[in-house]
T-cell receptor, first 109, second 118 residues
Framework: LAKTTQPISMDSYEGQEVNITCSHNNIATNDYITWYQQFPSQGPRFIIQ???TKVTNEVASLFIPADRKSSTLSLPRVSLSDTAVYYC??????????FGKGTKLSVIP | DGGITQSPKYLFRKEGQNVTLSCEQN?????MYWYRQDPGQGLRLIYY???????QKGDIAEGYSVSREKKESFPLTVTSAQKNPTAFYLCASSTSQVWGRDSNQPQHFGDGTRLSIL
């Protein structure tokens, strides 16, 4: 299972774009990068998943360079409601997902 | 609405007592999972089930037991053998992960049960 490394915490002001980087140096050829969001006292929620280049949905964008050793989750114009913990996973076709400690994002008014 | 329901939201256990946490899903998912989360930590997998009447141990199965008699239900029992049961327990479900397929089927989570020891 590929191990990922993320910053423990980040602060951002409302309205700014936030980029959270995840390192996965040992990612396997078949591994996809998946991001989840978790609010306090709730279960994680799937945000976005990608393999390479760029993926965009209504919530976020995911940038993955050609070497796939890192990826960046981009949240456009964050609001207070985006304050949460964000988890990066790099795995493929597995029932046994590995959630690290994630990145705690605090959005400041 | 389709989703996962965990109950109760808060649960208290006396020393030496077994307790069972409920998890029900109406998403028609084959796979179900139980995780444990301690304060400030990530999720750790306790058990998972790929299909009815089948389940496998995760990373921290000791002191826990599960059953999967129905597709919709995956109850978790925290036994008296679990010496440090105080935690936030999360249940999830997904469609089947296809071996050899690149992407992961996203897991859908319930809102958790917080277990405390009296």
């Amino acid at each position: 299972l590929a191990k990922t490394t993320q910053p423990i915490s980040m602060d951002s002001y409302e309205g700014q774009e936030v980029n959270i980087t995840c390192s996965h140096n040992n990612i396997a050829t078949n591994d996809y990068i998946t991001w989840y969001q978790q609010f306090p006292s709730q279960g994680p929620r799937f945000i976005i998943q990608g393999y390479k280049t760029k993926v965009t949905n209504e919530v976020a964008s995911l940038f993955i360079p050609a070497d796939r050793k890192s990826s960046t989750l981009s949240l456009p114009r964050v609001s207070l409601s985006d304050t949460a913990v964000y988890y990066c996973l790099a795995q493929a076709g597995s029932y046994q997902l590995t959630f690290g400690k994630g990145t705690k994002l605090s959005v400041i008014p | 609405d389709g989703g996962i329901t965990q109950s109760p939201k808060y649960l208290f256990r006396k020393e030496g007592q077994n307790v069972t946490l409920s998890c029900e899903q109406n998403l028609n998912h084959d796979a179900m999972y139980w995780y444990r989360q301690d304060p400030g930590q990530g999720l750790r997998l306790i058990y998972y089930s790929q299909i009815v009447n089948d389940f496998q141990k995760g990373d921290i199965a000791e002191g826990y037991s599960v059953s999967r008699e129905k597709k919709e239900s995956f109850p978790l029992t925290v036994t008296s053998a679990q010496k440090n049961p105080t935690a936030f327990y999360l249940c999830a479900s997904s469609t089947s992960q296809v071996w050899g397929r690149d992407s992961n089927q996203p897991q859908h989570f319930g809102d958790g049960t917080r277990l405390s020891i009296l």
